[in-house]
T-cell receptor, first 115, second 114 residues
Framework: NAGVTQTPKFQVLKTGQSMTLQCAQD?????MSWYRQDPGMGLRLIHY???????DQGEVPNGYNVSRSTTEDFPLRLLSAAPSQTSVYFC??????????????FGSGTRLTVV | AQTVTQSQPEMSVQEAETVTLSCTYD???????LFWYKQPPSRQMILVIR??????QNATENRFSVNFQKAAKSFSLKISDSQLGDAAMYFC???????????FGKGTLLTVNP
């Protein structure tokens, strides 16, 4: 089925390790974003992209890196994992222009634990 | 920066009854969109309903409807004939038409009692 695919679904890291969360969409969406969800905090924007080659910071970007070399893929890199990065991570994508009113499509999330 | 406030961390409703979840937002923009997302225990984010700010008519999707009060910056969600499957976390979200960044409230956990 078409949609947003995130891998892995679960991950445990040790403090200081690095890893990449993968996100791919097959809907030809221009916009892609990464959010983290923490209890009582809702979803907070980490980084976003308005098209291939264009990325920008969101509300909580520190400790994360992104790139977007293709329309389909938007990986999120944790450079040196910290316990404060224990969270559930969501990738989301959307059309641009007036079609933005259809909202974002979300992946199924990655539960990350940093010990 | 836009803010979205959901003042009810938890709500409960009896099966078949009606419940209203509150949401207020703060913005100086005129071009924006509002959404309600449902997150069941499966963790999947599911779009429930959307509203465009320039449309005065309240959006409706089957048992779900909104009360959009633009001047008051209020966007409440009404669930009619509540079902056990409606039990979930509900998030209100705001999106500016000009920058496409979705801002979420902190969520309301809805329990449906049989």
């Amino acid at each position: 089925n078409a949609g947003v695919t995130q891998t892995p679904k679960f991950q445990v890291l040790k403090t200081g390790q690095s890893m990449t969360l993968q996100c791919a969409q097959d809907m030809n969406h221009e916009y892609m974003s990464w959010y983290r969800q923490d209890p009582g905090m809702g979803l907070r924007l980490i980084h976003y992209s308005v098209g291939a080659g264009i990325t920008d910071q969101g509300e909580v970007p520190n400790g994360y890196n992104v790139s977007r070399s293709t329309t389909e893929d938007f990986p999120l890199r944790l450079l040196s994992a910290a316990p404060s990065q224990t969270s559930v991570y969501f990738c989301a994508s959307s059309y641009s222009g007036r079609s933005i009113n259809y909202g974002y499509t979300f992946g199924s999330g990655t539960r990350l634990t940093v010990v | 920066a836009q803010t979205v406030t959901q003042s009810q961390p938890e709500m409960s409703v009896q099966e078949a009854e009606t419940v209203t979840l509150s949401c207020t937002y703060d913005t100086s923009e005129s071009d924006y969109y509002l959404f309600w997302y449902k997150q069941p225990p499966s963790r999947q984010m599911i779009l429930v309903i959307r509203q465009e700010a320039y449309k005065q008519q309240n959006a409706t999707e089957n048992r779900f409807s909104v009360n959009f009060q633009k001047a008051a910056k209020s966007f409440s969600l009404k669930i009619s004939d509540s079902q056990l499957g409606d039990a979930a976390m509900y998030f209100c979200a705001f999106l500016r038409g000009s920058n496409y960044k979705l801002t979420f409230g902190k969520g309301t956990l809805l329990t449906v009692n049989p």
